[in-house]
């Protein structure tokens, strides 16, 4: 069965603007900005700020309220399950990633943590295994590009989505359509769960993240340098499998988690 026009523009919109924009950087020059030594193209600035603002604006007046809404009305524990739950599903696309990156002990980790989390800890809701000691690590064609040595190319910030890169966006469309259980929801003609899961995941990462999110920005003078930075070191210490946050860096959007 053929998926809905409607679904397809919106796992191709993102792509396609990074891609128009990856191809014009081409021919654009700008001087650079650095994340420690790391050199970082941000051609765009201008459209990227602007771009920026609105995604601001949006969580200011959407995201977050929904976010609060979602924290006052669900128990802790019932958003943990539905972050362990969510996490969950990314199995399939962390294992084939560990493995195309050579990790086999990471794809090794990821199988059994799918496994025993599905079986026992009741379909991914309870992370049995993390408990166990065998902790979540996510993995994304972005992080495999990089591993195979291939640099961010220009910084992009999309709407609703945020920050990435070429790079990393190139790395969200292949895990979009490589991920099993989004070709089951489209052959099955279920569209709804489609929305439903980007749904569910849109206010679970505002709800983890509104707090850090909030901070970064009273303390920043250039609150968009701050994330550009931000987001740079994040997913550095992702590629050489590091915990971001045990090594001080600020937790931000997953591009890939929707």
Known sequence: MQRTKTTTN????????VLSLGMAGCSTTNEAVYVGEEQIQDPF?????????????????????????YRAI?????????????????SPIIIANQLLQGDLEGAGDAATRAAVNTL??????????????????PEDFGQTLAVWGVDHGPYVVAPIFGPGS?????????????????????NTDQEEWFYARAGVTFVDRHDEL????????????????????????????L????????????????????
Request: glycine share 8%; aromatic share 12%.
């Open 166 to 186: 070429f790079r990393d966006y190139t790395g969200m469309v292949v895990d979009m359509y490589a991920d099993p259980i989004h070709w089951w929801i489209h």
């Open 74 to 90: 669900v128990p802790k524990p019932a958003r943990t399950g539905v972050k362990n739950f969510l996490r969950n599903l990314k």
């Open 45 to 69: 600035e201008g459209y990227n700020r602007a771009v920026f603002a609105f995604n601001d604006a949006v969580d200011t007046t959407i995201s977050r309220p929904v976010a609060k809404g």
């Open 210 to 237: 509104m707090d850090v999110l909030e901070e970064l920005k009273i303390s920043s003078i250039d609150y968009y340098a701050a994330m550009r930075s931000v987001y740079y070191q994040h997913r550095a210490a």
């Open 239 to 258: 590629v050489k499998d590091e915990d971001p946050n045990l090594a001080g860096i600020t937790e931000i959007p997953d591009y890939d988690s929707f």
């Open 120 to 137: 026992i800890g009741v379909g991914g809701l309870i992370d049995v295994a993390g408990d166990e000691g065998i902790q979540y690590e």
């Open 10 to 17: 919106i796992l191709n919109l993102a792509f396609i603007a």
